[in-house]
Each structure stands twice: as C-alpha cells, then as structure tokens.
C-alpha cells in the first residue's frame, strides 16, 4: 500500500510517518512518497524520517520527488498538505489584513480568503493530476483552509476527497479529560464549518455528559476552551465552540493582540522553520539523529505557542502540559486511512460534503461533521439543527468560500472583492477592495485577478 505526500517536506510529515511506524498490522502503508516543490525541505525532512525509523524493522520505504506525476501515479492513497506561498505568503497575508485594522488569520478573515484565493486553483490542477493518474486513490485533504480546499477539490474528486483537522479531535479529547471519561469511548455532537463549528454533546453508552460541565462553573473554566472564551460565555452559548471562533468571538481582542504582538504567528514561523530547514536540510552530512533532534526541538516550540496571541488576548498563560503533545493531526489521517482501507466502521468528525446534514446548506457544501467511514468513504451523520446564531455565521462564511471558488474560476476581481466583503470579519467594501490590492500586489499567486 503506498501513501503519497504532497507537500511532503512539510513539517508536519514526520508526525504522519511516525503513525506509520507505529501501525504493524495486515495491508498497512508499505511505502511513502514525499512530493515537493523545494528539494531542500524533502532533504530536510527524509533525513528527520531515517532518524525516526532507525531500529523500526518493518519501517515503511522513503522514496522523494519533484515530479507531480511521478508522486501520483499508481497511488493508493494521497495526503494533501501543501502550502502555495509558504509561511513568507501566510506572514504577508497577516501583514495586509493588519495594515487595514482587520485579522489576517491563515484560515479565518481576510488572511483566509487571500490564501485560499491562491490556493484554490492549485488544489484543482491538484485534483485534475490525480483524477488522471490514480483514479482509484482517496485523497486526504490537510491543506488550509481545509473546508474550502475540499470543496475545490471534490469539484473532481467528488466523495474520494475527504478533509481533516485536529482541531475538534483536541477539543473532544479536552472536555473528555476534564470529564473524567475516556476520550475514545466518547462520541461527540460536533457541527459547523471547519476552524467554525461547536461541541454540543458528548455521548459515552448513549448518555450525554456535557450538561455536567455546563452545571459546574469551575470544571468549564478549567481547560483552553473554558479559559480563552470564560465559562460565562459558554454557558450562554450552550455549547463548547471550536477555539477558531475565538476571532469571531473576541475579534478586537484578537485583532489587537495581532497588532501589538512582536511578530505575528506567520512571521515567527517563517523564521522558524527557516532556521529548521537550513540547518535539516544543509548539503553536507548530519551525523544521525542530528535532523530528529533539531525537529523535537522545533515542534516542541511550535506547539508551546500555539494561538499565543488568542491567549495573551483572554489573559490565560501558557497552554497546559497535555496539551501540548500532539497526535490528533497524524492519528485523525491514520484512522481514517485505516477505515477505508480495511472497511472497519469509525465515526470521525470530518470534512465532506453536506448531503442534507445542515438544510440551510447545498447538498454539495463542504461541511465539518461527524461522519462513519468504511470502504465506501465518509458519510455524513444525521445531525440536530444549528441555533440560529451558528446558522448566521454558517451560512455566511460558506457564501464566502463560494466567491472564492467562483473568483478563482472566473479570475474577476469584482468576485473576490464580494468575497472579502461579505465575510462577516470584514466590515467596509472599501475595506475588501483595498485588501484585494494589497494582497495582489503581495502575492505572485493572485495574479489571475483581472478587472
Ligand atoms: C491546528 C489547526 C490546523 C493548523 C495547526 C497549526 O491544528 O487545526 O489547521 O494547521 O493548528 O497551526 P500553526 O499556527 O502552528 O501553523
Ligand atoms: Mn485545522
């Protein structure tokens, strides 16, 4: 069985691979190929890979390419984890939405939309290459924003494109642990849009537990969720929200610490992962297990300050300990994979398309929710209707996405002018019209934007 990597000198690859190696059974992964664009980071990140397998008998093959074709064809699975325009793109994306006073948050506001305007038609040509070359894959989409991304690419794909986050696997695994249940044997009730959705319930051997947080004030400020939004406003909510909706929610707040943080998220990253990258990558031998410990070492940074700004904003410290190791991200791909693979059932909340789960959505509407998987892909649960202040931000957020797509198609700028506007963190359509020159003069990507 062989897993394709795209975007696979990616940082997060290594958490994937170290999945791999843990799983031994029967038609697991046998081979990894890793495509990227930048041969130093597959460099990079094949040596962090060799320093992981060291002493793992049965550890999977490493195979590295530049050819897109080449990392396709024949391939049974396809990890998507790509980013058009680097972390010099997502730094640059934050520095334009600031610069007019509005977020410019990877995945959410105008940072959102300018990023997803110039991924959307590579994740198409994307799709288009493995349509072509491995009819037969499925495609696990990691690419942010994720929801937008599998919405361009089930365009092609159609069910063979499904798209995951961590995100609302860390929120359940957190209620469950301040609960005192096992997070595996908790099923949650979460809806939405991915980075937009909320945690209504959450079910062990048909019981719903949370209305016992909701009845405790401590317990509810007690885990990051509790702590960045205050039990009080969970309480008035009624559900648990994803932390994403932090910029929603506090958006002054988070738009302000952005403002006055030192660098913003992109801009420490960029230099970040570019130290990584020089060091991991350098064209001279690294004794063994040198590229492994520089990438422990700059995960473990990367993690500790995750949504730093959003916690500084809510006055919270630092993450909490158990926070901090990962294995939602990997684990979520890994069961999945496993899932179709095997045709074991799993429910695992993830991104396809609505099919009728929300009614204010089209049935070809790309939302987050739970799902069953087996061979037959990811089908949507039944689930209860969205409050009427969700079905606001939903609907609204979707239509954005739409004009990215349709901007994305048509190349008319008037398109992605309304889809910076209509967002519902944007608040001038000269506001959105100065943003789309901006991003068009920062980004080469954008460039197909006319009129
Ligand atoms: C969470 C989000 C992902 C995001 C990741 C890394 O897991 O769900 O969508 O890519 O955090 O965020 P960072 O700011 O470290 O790039
Ligand atoms: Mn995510």
């Keep these: ?160 494109v499904i798209g995951i986050c ?11 642990r301040v609960l005192g249940l096992d997070p595996a044997s908790a099923r949650p009730d979460y809806v939405g849009l991915n980075h937009l959705g909320w945690l209504r319930g959450l079910y062990v051997a048909g019981r719903d537990e949370l209305p016992r947080l909701f009845a405790d004030p401590a317990l509810l400020g007690s885990f990051e969720e509790g702590r960045l939004f205050g039990a009080e406003w969970l309480t008035t909510l009624g559900a648990v929200p994803n932390e994403y909706l932090h910029y929603y929610y506090f958006n002054r707040e988070t738009v302000h610490a952005y403002r006055t943080a030192e660098r913003t998220r992109g801009a420490f990253l960029r230099e970040q992962q570019a130290a990584f990258y020089a060091e991991s990558g350098a064209r ?10 520089a990438w422990h070492r700059t995960l473990a940074e990367r993690e500790a300050t995750y949504m730093a700004a959003n916690r500084d904003a809510a006055g919270m410290g630092e993450r909490e300990e158990a926070d901090l190791e990962s294995g939602g991200y990997e684990k979520v791909a890994l069961a999945l994979m496993r899932a179709i693979a095997h045709d074991e059932r799993a429910t695992l909340i993830l991104n396809v398309r609505n099919r009728g789960t929300l009614p204010e959505l089209d ?64 608040d001038s359509v000269a506001v959105a019209r100065r943003l789309v020159d901006g991003y068009v003069a920062a980004h080469p990507g954008l460039g197909y934007l006319r009129g």
């Design 1 to 160: 069985m062989r897993l394709t990597i795209l975007g696979g000198g990616g940082f997060r690859v290594p958490l994937v691979y170290g999945a791999l190696l843990r799983d031994h059974g029967e038609g697991r992964i046998t081979e990894v190929r890793l495509y990227d664009v930048e041969p130093r980071r597959l460099t990079a990140v094949a040596r962090v890979l060799a320093d992981r397998a060291a002493g793992v008998a049965d550890a999977p093959a490493v195979t590295v390419t530049t050819d897109l074709d080449e990392a396709l064809r024949g391939t049974d699975f396809v990890f998507s984890a790509i980013r058009v325009g680097g972390l010099a793109g997502r730094a640059d994306d934050e520095r334009v939405a600031l610069a007019e006073g509005v977020l410019g948050q990877e995945t959410v506001g105008a940072g959102g939309i300018a990023y997803g305007l110039r991924t959307v038609p590579v994740a198409r040509e994307i799709a288009r290459r493995v349509a072509a070359l491995a009819p037969g894959a499925w495609v696990i989409n990691f690419t942010n924003p994720a929801g937008l991304v599998t919405e361009a690419m089930a365009e092609v794909l159609g069910g063979r």
């Design 166 to 176: 961590d995100s609302p696997v860390g929120l359940g695994r957190r209620v469950a």
């Design 284 to 293: 001279e031998e690294l004794p063994p297990g040198a590229a492994g410990a």
């Design 363 to 426: 049935a070809e509407a790309v939302v987050e929710v739970v799902c069953a998987v087996d061979a037959n892909g990811a089908t949507p649960l039944a689930a209860d209707p969205l409050p009427a202040h969700a079905v606001g931000l939903v609907t609204a957020v979707k239509a954005v996405e739409r004009q990215v797509l349709r901007a994305a198609s048509s190349g008319e700028r008037a398109d992605a002018v309304a889809a910076f506007a209509l967002h519902p963190l944007v």
